[in-house]
């Protein structure tokens, strides 16, 4: 009666290193990704910046811009008649 059993976890079970097991490197790697996935977003974002256009009365440089312009002009307009329905 005087031995202890010791049925819970095998020794070298016990032994192992933290890195061992999956499941630290599950909780890890989630965001460790997101964080690695932010960074090259923000590298694109710096590197490809969008050129700011200069949309004042007279500044469209090309045709291709005017309908973009005239229709946010319009949608910023009140309406002066109601819509047919």
Known sequence: MSQVENNAVP????????????IVWMVIGGPAAVVVASLFTASLAIKHVDPVLDTSV????TASEAPAIQARNHSAEQAREPADR
């Open 11 to 22: 020794n070298a079970e016990q032994s192992k290193p933290w890195w061992r097991y999956p």
């Open 58 to 61: 007279g500044q469209v440089k």
